[in-house]
């Protein structure tokens, strides 16, 4: 009997790890280079605060009101990617390496002749972790 007490134990234990796995909350800060058509670059301040439900595939940022929150492009992929889209006159590749801790945020907008570019890396730091919505918007942020 004690054996079985042990191995539920055990398995419970595994299971909250796995739960928690799959729930990041990470506050992100870094510097991002933009870009304004023929303009110099710039380098700016940038930060990020987001929470992702691996399980259900789905990432907010800040408080996560339903506004805020989109469906994850790949939650398997290592860095996760948040999003991966190319429509619309907007490219943006948002990635999260869980193993350092570092956000990538790549982005391009054209406006007609305009062209902005956009690129940040951020270290991130464990956060609060907000429940995002369950009806995530299927685009990406």
Excluded: W
Aim: charge should be positive.
């Amino acid at each position: 009997m004690k054996l079985v007490a042990l191995a539920v134990g055990l398995v419970s234990i595994g299971s909250t790890s796995a739960f928690a796995a799959n729930k990041v909350g990470e506050r992100c800060a870094g510097t991002e280079t933009v870009q304004v058509g023929t303009q110099s670059p710039r380098t700016l301040a940038y930060s990020l605060n987001f929470s992702a439900d691996l399980a259900s595939k789905s990432y907010c940022y800040d408080k996560c009101l339903r506004e805020q929150t989109y469906t994850i492009s790949d939650a398997t992929s290592n860095p996760i990617k948040l999003a991966d889209l190319d429509h619309g006159g907007q490219r943006r590749r948002l990635t999260f390496d869980r193993n350092r801790s570092v956000l990538t945020d790549y982005q391009v907008i054209t406006a007609g002749l305009v062209k902005v570019v956009r690129n940040a890396s951020a270290t991130c730091q464990a956060g609060k972790f907000h429940e995002p919505p369950t009806e995530a918007k299927a685009k990406a942020g």
